[in-house]
């Protein structure tokens, strides 16, 4: 038997993934939920039929969400991670030694799954530094007193449980809880496909923080490839690497560099427009 | 009916693109050669089952693989196309008013299909500053004695017909027919999927010229997005803008700015690891 996942990103696009088999497949009380092992990309963490996590090409994602903003701030201790249950984000951010995380996620059988059929990623979520909070990201920002230096928002798509993760009120919550020189980061989708809510995100954003920057990188194995994170500052600027991130040589990394993280904020001329509210590209 | 385009990048890794209709196809002297209506992204020409353009993003592929080099050239005047037979690398060419193309495509069908069916990218090719030369570039950059300031390879995969234009005795002869200054650039495909031609192709461009170079971008509709260009040179620098590029604004790009000219240049760290030839990252 061939066994394909096909996973519709748009109504007229699609990408098929040979499996090997389904590892695991459960309905949580948010989502369906699978872990697949593919043919080209390793196993892989799949929500709602949406490809999340492959193990072979998470190392960009990951590495790109977690490590500009750390080595944007000075000396970030305490992270808030919303989302991020598989615990991929978490292990980048374990990478800087001083740093403790709190996480929260909504869906507690991704954790789960996460730690049992992916412990490539999910092991980070048992280490002493972390937290684990079950709980809906957006009502826990708009309760807790404790303050972050970076808050990372590594949420699945805007439809389903992660759509509030976008909105305005929601920011503006980040906004509280981030110390006075604290920072945020979002993933924003595809320029290409999403350039709606990239531009919606991007001008909220920029009123409730003094700063905000859209960075790119390319994932292959989300739609189209072109992705975005927007950051959003109250006092430190992404473009001003911090001195720490200057020898970064026995880190472990695959994707970032110090180079990396700057010309990660050079925007094509289309995106540009996109954050400009003018014509953009499609 | 529901009309559906199956792409297979490889063998566990599928695209699916919905079609309003199929526009025209034929069976050339080379290649299996389709016009198809997207629903997602306007008018694709496929050759042999691989979609080569799609009108919604051709623009990134076609401002990358022509501006870098020829604003790296502080006065390029003869330029070689070998393949680009459907004429969107040959319109980016004639946006700089100094330039003659001569356009060397082994398939005559791939160029008439374009001019009639995708007169977007197609017109181009009827500029009274182009010479169409229908011939093989292997053995066109063999026999030639004319010399050219920049030669870009615009080739479709190394299978089929252009399987050649990735091997070093192609490569020594575009060396030949360069002018004292001039420079190359070669789409060499992606760093994920084709790592090992990537290695050889900047070994074997390493050797033969005193410098060359490898930038990225991300391309949509190519397999898994990122896509390398390899660009090598007998003088200039390509990370040494002339200063021609530096005021671009009234040039009609959609993704070229000097600035992102520099940073694609800029490798991510399984990027450089391909191009040392050590452990790559899939």
Chains 1, 2 share one sequence.
Not at 11 to 30: A, D, S
Not at 51 to 72: A, G, K, N, R
Not at 135 to 145: E, L
Not at 162 to 175: I, M, N
Request: charged share 25%; net charge negative.
């Amino acid at each position: 038997m061939e066994l394909w996942l096909v996973e519709q990103h748009t109504p007229g696009y699609r990408v098929n993934w040979k499996l090997k088999r389904t590892i695991y497949t459960e309905k949580t009380p948010y989502q369906e939920l699978a872990i697949v092992e593919t043919v080209d990309f390793g196993r892989a963490l799949v929500l709602d039929g949406i490809v999340q996590v492959t193990l072979d090409d998470e190392f960009i994602y990951h590495e790109m969400i977690t490590h500009v903003p750390l080595f944007t701030h000075p000396n970030p201790k305490d992270v808030l991670v919303i989302g991020g249950g598989d615990g991929a984000t978490v292990r980048e951010i374990l990478k800087h030694p001083q740093t403790n995380v709190d996480l929260v996620e909504i869906d507690e059988r991704v954790i789960n799954a996460s730690r049992q059929y992916l412990p490539e990623i999910g092991k980070a979520l048992d280490d002493p530094r972390v937290r684990i909070v079950v709980d809906d990201g957006i009502k826990y920002v708009k309760q807790t007193d404790k303050k972050y230096d970076v808050i990372l928002i590594d949420s699945s798509d805007p439809i389903g449980p992660a759509t509030g993760l976008f909105s305005r009120e929601f920011y503006q919550d980040v906004y509280r809880v981030l110390n006075d020189d604290g920072l945020m980061v979002a993933q924003t989708e595809s320029p290409l496909f999403n350039k709606e809510l990239l531009a919606g995100v991007y001008q909220n954003l920029s009123e409730i923080f003094p700063l905000s920057r859209v960075y790119l990188t390319c994932i292959p194995t989300y739609i189209a490839g072109f992705w975005t994170f927007s950051l959003a500052s109250k006092k430190y600027d992404p473009l001003q690497l911090n001195p720490s991130s200057k020898d970064l040589s026995d880190m472990a990394f695959r994707y970032y560099t110090p180079a990396v993280h700057q010309a990660a904020f050079v925007l094509p001329r289309f995106v540009q427009e996109v954050l400009d509210g003018g014509k953009s590209a499609r």
